[in-house]
T-cell receptor, first 113, second 114 residues
Framework: GEKVEQHESTLSVREGDSAVINCTYT??????FPWYKQEAGKSLHFVID?????DRKQSQRLIVLLDKKAKRFSLHITATQPEDSAIYFC????????????FGKGTSLTVIP | EAAVTQSPRNKVAVTGGKVTLSCNQT?????MYWYRQDTGHGLRLIHY???????EKGDIPDGYKASRPSQENFSLILELATPSQTSVYFC?????????????FGAGTRLSVL
């Protein structure tokens, strides 16, 4: 089955700098790649996604890049703020009528004021 | 806003006891999932369902059963709880219909098996 590798387990950046979290996947059939955020002691919520028909998507300060050849996708958080501190999970799915999502292990991001 | 409610929020169980974790969603989503979250492992899929009456094994189903009696409800059952099942459990619902792929997660259940 699909395996999603999330390369950074922890990441610290200074407020205002950019943070980049990288993920790779194994199954070429995967075509939908969401990102979820988990703040301390809370549940996960969706932040941004990208589908395989595009290679870049931006939502405010969040940018997702997808490199299908390398089977790699990344989350870029620009102009980081302390409230960006959280665990971020990448995931991959085949985007069919029934979906199974495969998650990475999570990256704990700390934004230092 | 989509709503997924889990109960209980915290549970302490004894080894060998039976534990039932409940999940209710008001989103009318077809798909529901049970994950556990452990440090160093991230989120791992235990069981999932794509409609009332259906349950499927995920990546780590051993020691767990699931039940989907209705569109809204999806339970995770530990018939004989073991300390290795101490974890945080998340239920989620989602649907790929109409291009909506977002998973909505419940608040989680913290289970300790002593």
């Amino acid at each position: 089955g699909e395996k999603v590798e999330q390369h950074e387990s922890t990441l610290s950046v200074r407020e205002g700098d950019s943070a980049v979290i990288n993920c790779t996947y194994t199954d070429t059939a995967s075509s939908y790649f969401p990102w979820y955020k988990q703040e301390a002691g809370k549940s996960l919520h969706f932040v941004i996604d990208i589908r395989s028909n595009v290679d870049r998507k931006q939502s405010q300060r969040l940018i997702v890049l997808l490199d299908k050849k390398a089977k790699r996708f990344s989350l870029h958080i620009t102009a980081t703020q302390p409230e960006d501190s959280a665990i971020y999970f990448c995931a991959a799915s085949m985007n069919t009528g029934y979906q199974n999502f495969y998650f990475g292990k999570g990256t704990s991001l700390t934004v230092i004021p | 806003e989509a709503a997924v409610t889990q109960s209980p929020r915290n549970k302490v169980a004894v080894t060998g006891g039976k534990v039932t974790l409940s999940c209710n969603q008001t989103n009318n989503h077809n798909n529901m999932y049970w994950y556990r979250q452990d440090t160093g492992h991230g989120l791992r899929l235990i069981h999932y369902s794509y409609g009332a009456g259906s349950t499927e094994k995920g990546d780590i189903p051993d020691g767990y059963k699931a039940s989907r009696p209705s569109q809204e409800n999806f339970s995770l059952i530990l018939e004989l709880a073991t300390p290795s099942q101490t974890s945080v459990y998340f239920c989620a619902s989602g649907d790929a219909l109409g291009g909506q792929n977002t998973l909505y997660f419940g608040a989680g259940t913290r289970l300790s098996v002593l």
